[in-house]
C-alpha cells in the first residue's frame, strides 16, 4: 500500500474561541477577589494590634465593614452577580474609613509611628475604583485616594511618619494603581475591538449566508416550476379522455402540494454561533434607547444557536423593547424594565422583556395591529421558536421568547420545533409593558 494510503486522516482544526469582553471582565474581577482576600489577610494582624489606638467600638466597625466588604466581594465575583456594585461599595466605604481615621484615633501613641493598617488595602480600593467605574472617574480616585492617605500618613493619627516617607507611600500606591487601571483599560478595549470585529463578520457572512440560500431556494423552485408546474399545464392542455383529466388533476394537487412545502421550508442558515453574540447585540441596542433596562445573563458559556435564530430573538426582543419604552409608563410612575437573557442546556435560549408598566390586555389588541403577530410571534414561528406574552392592566408585561420551542421547559431536542406557545392575538400595542 503507497505510503500516502497508510496516512492518518486529518482531523478538522478546532475553532479557537475569541476572547470577549464579558470575559475579560471576569476574569479581572475574579482577580481582584484574590487579591483582595490576600491583602485583607495581609492587613488583618495591623488591624488587631492597632484596634487599642481607635475609639471604643470604632475599629471594630471599620474592621466588619473593610472585610465585610472584601468577603462580600469575593462572593460576588466568583458567583458573578452584582460585581460592579461590590466594588462601588467597597470602594466608598475605604474613602470614608480614611476620611474619619484621624476622628477615630483616639491613642496615638498606641500607633507607635506605624503605618494605619489602611494603607494595606489601598490596591483593593483603587482596583475596585477601576473595575466599577469609568476610566476619567477611575483615574481620578486613583490619585485622590491615595494622596488623602499621604496626608494622614504625616499626621499624628497615621503615625506622624516623614513627610518624604508619607510621600513615597502615597506615591507607590498611585503607581500600582495606575498600572493595575492601564491594564484593566488596556484590556477592555482590545476586547471590545475584537466583538466588535467579531459582529461585523458575523453581520457581513449571515448576510452571505441568507443570500445563497436564497439564491439555492430560487434554483429549488425554478426546478420544481420547470419538472412539476409546467408539466401539469401541458398535461392538462393535452388532456382528451376522463383518465387524461384525473391524471392532470392528481398531478395538479401534488405540484401544489410541493409548492407549499417549498414555501413553508424557505431558505435556512445552519451554521451556529454562541450565545454571548446575541447578548453583545442586544446589549449595544440597549445603548440607543433613552430608558434604561436591567440585563441579566445566566448560562451564556457554551450554548451555540443557528445564526438566522440569533437574528430572529435579537430582532424580536428589540420589538418587545420598543414596546415597553413606548406604551409601559403611567404619568407619576416611573416604570423598572429588565431583559434576561437564559441560556437552556448548550442548544437553546430563553430571552424575557419584562416591565412593571401599566400592562394591557392581549385579547384587547386589535388585529390589525401587527407590532406582536408579526415582529415577534411569527418572527419566533418561522425559526422554530415559541413566544409567551403574559399582561394584564396595572400588572406589567413580560414577553417570553423561547428557541427552540420546548426551551420554555428545558427541553432542546429535537430541532426546529412548531411555533407553539403564543398568548394574545398578535397586534403591535403590546404595552410591552412587559419588554425589557
Not at 116 to 144: G, N, S
Request: hydrophobic share 50%.
Amino acid at each position: 500500500m503507497p505510503a500516502a494510503d497508510r496516512r492518518a486522516p486529518r482531523l478538522p482544526q478546532r475553532r479557537r474561541p475569541t476572547v470577549t469582553r464579558a470575559q475579560i471582565e471576569t476574569i479581572v474581577a475574579r482577580a481582584l477577589g484574590v487579591v483582595g482576600l490576600v491583602f485583607g489577610a495581609q492587613s488583618l494582624p495591623f488591624a488587631l494590634e492597632q484596634a487599642d489606638a481607635l475609639g471604643v467600638g470604632a475599629g471594630a466597625a471599620l474592621m466588619a465593614g473593610l472585610f465585610g466588604g472584601i468577603a462580600a466581594l469575593a462572593v460576588a465575583t466568583v458567583a458573578k452577580v452584582a460585581v460592579r456594585a461590590a466594588c462601588l461599595v467597597f470602594a466608598g466605604f475605604y474613602a470614608v474609613a480614611l476620611v474619619v481615621w484621624p476622628l477615630i484615633v483616639s491613642d496615638t501613641a498606641a500607633l507607635g509611628g506605624a503605618a494605619p493598617w489602611l494603607y494595606y488595602l489601598c490596591t483593593v480600593a483603587t482596583t475596585c475604583a477601576a473595575v466599577a467605574l469609568p476610566p476619567v472617574w477611575a483615574a481620578a480616585y486613583t490619585f485622590v485616594v491615595p494622596a488623602i492617605y499621604g496626608v494622614i500618613r504625616a499626621a499624628p493619627a497615621g503615625g506622624g511618619a516623614p513627610p518624604l516617607l508619607a510621600a513615597l507611600d502615597a506615591l507607590y500606591a498611585i503607581v500600582l494603581g495606575v498600572v493595575v487601571l492601564a491594564i484593566i483599560t488596556m484590556l477592555r478595549e482590545a476586547a471590545e475591538s475584537v466583538d466588535a470585529a467579531q459582529e461585523a463578520a458575523l453581520e457581513r457572512y449571515d448576510l452571505v449566508a441568507r443570500q445563497h440560500a436564497t439564491e439555492t431556494e430560487r434554483v429549488k423552485v425554478d426546478a420544481l416550476v420547470h419538472d412539476s408546474v409546467l408539466t401539469t399545464l401541458l398535461s392538462a392542455a393535452s388532456a382528451r379522455s376522463e383518465g387524461e383529466q384525473q391524471l392532470a388533476a392528481r398531478m395538479a394537487r401534488d405540484a401544489l402540494l410541493r409548492l407549499d412545502e417549498a414555501g413553508a421550508s424557505g431558505p435556512r442558515a445552519f451554521d451556529r454561533v454562541g450565545l454571548s453574540v446575541l447578548v453583545r447585540r442586544l446589549r449595544a441596542a440597549l445603548t440607543t434607547f433613552t430608558t434604561s433596562f436591567a440585563v441579566r445573563v445566566v448560562n451564556a458559556g457554551g450554548v451555540e444557536l443557528p445564526v438566522e435564530v440569533v437574528d430572529a430573538l435579537y430582532t424580536a426582543s428589540v420589538q418587545a423593547m420598543v414596546n415597553s419604552v413606548q406604551h409601559a409608563e403611567e404619568p407619576g410612575r416611573r416604570a423598572r424594565r429588565e431583559i434576561r437573557i437564559r441560556g437552556v442546556r448548550a442548544g437553546g435560549c430563553v430571552v424575557e422583556v419584562a416591565d412593571n408598566g401599566i400592562g394591557f390586555d392581549p385579547g384587547a389588541v386589535p388585529s390589525e395591529r401587527l407590532g406582536l403577530r408579526i415582529s415577534i410571534e411569527e418572527r419566533m414561528a418561522n425559526v422554530g421558536g415559541s413566544s409567551e406574552i403574559a399582561s394584564r392592566p396595572g400588572h406589567g408585561t413580560t414577553v417570553t421568547l423561547a428557541w427552540p420551542a420546548g426551551a420554555l421547559n428545558g427541553e432542546t431536542a429535537g430541532g426546529a420545533v412548531g411555533p407553539g406557545g403564543t398568548a394574545g392575538p398578535g397586534g403591535g400595542a403590546q404595552n410591552p409593558g412587559g419588554t425589557s
